[in-house]
């Protein structure tokens, strides 16, 4: 299972403390609790998904498929090439309108190998390649009482949803950290919105326009569900654009983005801030 290899390729990150204090008032009317992903309910070793880096991964890339079975030649630099395929699709989405373009993963993965080899792997070695690859260039963990969390908000009948950059990997990853399927953890598809998916990735509002659609047709208003997120521009800006409410998730100093220069942040305040995924209990 694409599962295990999250499990067998990860090894115990510890949050490092932010210093910042929490904030947890009482919030009434809370309906819905609504998640990022990296560095909010993982620990990231990069503090976002690994794609949004741009440093030079040629050691891991290359030891990576060799160990597949798959070892391109007549390119000097991989890494490069890889990393190049995802700034072009950006470059061509943004050329179409689309201010925060995201890529399938997958894509990129194919066309590296049609650029690379005069052959590509079938889609299950292409996803095994993708997620060896995750592991190795951004290391990830649960966050501290994760599971424990997940498990009190279903028990409590609280529907959960996910607003996240993302790719395909990325429920798979879950899965492999609580042995349980995103619905059995009480995720509902219809409040998950994947980045990769809508081909747009934070801060674009209008994915948090569609959760909000999918949250009318649930009658719970924009203001009874909670986002929580560790970045003040991706989540919280984004969020608040939305009509939620929001939480800064301020645990682990590897992800916690304040983004104190932009514009969009200088007045803004999340309505909580949390530094341990626990406190959440004292807010809802």
Known sequence: MLADIFTSLSTALEPIPTGLSPKLPKLDDIQTVIFDVYGTLVVSGTGDISIAQTIDREAELRSILEKCGHTPS?????SKTFYSLIKEDHSAAKAKGAAYPEVDILEIWERFFDVTTTSVPDCDALKEIAIRFECAVNPVWPMPYL????????DRSMPTGIVSNAQFYTPV???GFTGQTLERLGFQDDLCVWSYVERLGKPSVELFQKLTTALAARDIASEQALYV???MLNDIWTASQAGLRTALFAGDQRSLRLRESDQRCKNLEPDVVLTALPQLWEVL
Do not use: I
């Open 173 to 175: 990853m879950v899965e």
């Open 229 to 231: 997120g560790n970045d």
């Open 74 to 78: 007549g390119k000097p630099n991989l």
């Open 147 to 154: 599971l424990d969390l997940l498990n009190g908000l279903k």
